[in-house]
């Protein structure tokens, strides 16, 4: 008999949905207190608040999603006086908006923008309903983690982030996925997408002050990394993907392309295949697509030749395809 090792998930789902309706304000202010930091909240939908909270360790970082009436926060002196984390935090508001106040800084954010606020200075936001109740995305890093001088990261402070260019278009990725992508994957991993975000709100940052400079050359690389790993993924389907056209679409020549991936764990074309092999593994153990046929399968992740798709799958899981979906039907469907 064997045994399957489930990966506990890194993702904690939390709601207050079981409370009773005079609980659920208080619980959700204990989780704001956790997640972010003290506040005052105050909201007409007090008596009945109904809210969700799902949150990641991401290492250097904690990414977390609120769902929860319309509210008002207000973090004073007081608050950092008796408790500061001493963090930024980027939040990227999905539904709602917010109007904030910090640093003589006003902004009213709406759905898809993003801003940024300091756990060491007052703030006062008021997040309303608009087109859905609210949900935001927060992620949370040390102040000191950032590389970016905080005086110049202070200028932006409650003003609205436009998730603009390909370093905008990335975070906003992967804030709005991280925590559904984390399900059954290690903490190693985890953390490796903290280190990844971190760098990222450090360029996106850098690219609203135009002080892209300032930023030290192991975060640039990190950043272009990142970018040319986000290009790889949505581009595993097209088989002309290859170094040439990779290093194209980032401006950098194919040398450079592979010095970047020296210090990595796998070279580029390495690391394509890997991708590649990783979403036909998924389709052969999806039961939806147990009628496609495995060719079909392979052709859609970018593998022209179903000879060598079976010798590279066979050599990387030690089973044919064949082999591995009619095991992984067999635990499914024992009858």
Known sequence: MSHTMVTPSPVLSLSNDVLTERDRFGWYVDRVREGIAPFTLTSPHARDFPARVMSADLGTAQLATFSFPPLGAVRTSRHIRRDDPETYHLALIRRGLVLVHQRRHEAVVQAGGMVLFDSSHPLDAEFQDARGTPMVTMLRLPRAALALPQDQADRLLSRPLSPRGATGSLLRQLLYSTLGRLAGQD????????????????????????????????????????????????????????????????????????????????????????????????????????????????????????????????RTYGATPSQFRYEVSAMHDPH
């Open 187 to 314: 903490q190693a991993e985890s953390y490796r997408l903290g280190t990844i975000a971190v760098d990222l709100v450090a360029a996106f940052l850098a690219g609203h002050l135009d002080a892209a400079g300032a930023l030290p050359a192991e975060t640039r690389r990190r950043e272009l990394m990142a970018q040319i790993g986000g290009f790889i993924e949505a581009n595993l389907g097209d088989p002309g993907l290859c170094p040439a056209v990779i290093a194209a679409r980032h401006h950098v020549s194919v040398r450079t392309l592979h010095e970047l991936f020296r210090t990595e764990p796998e070279a580029v074309m390495a690391t394509v295949r890997r991708h590649r092999l990783e979403r036909c593994r998924a389709d052969l153990a999806d039961p939806v697509l147990r009628a496609r046929p495995i060719a079909a399968l392979a052709a859609r992740w970018g593998f022209l030749s179903p000879a060598e798709f079976s010798r590279v799958f066979r």
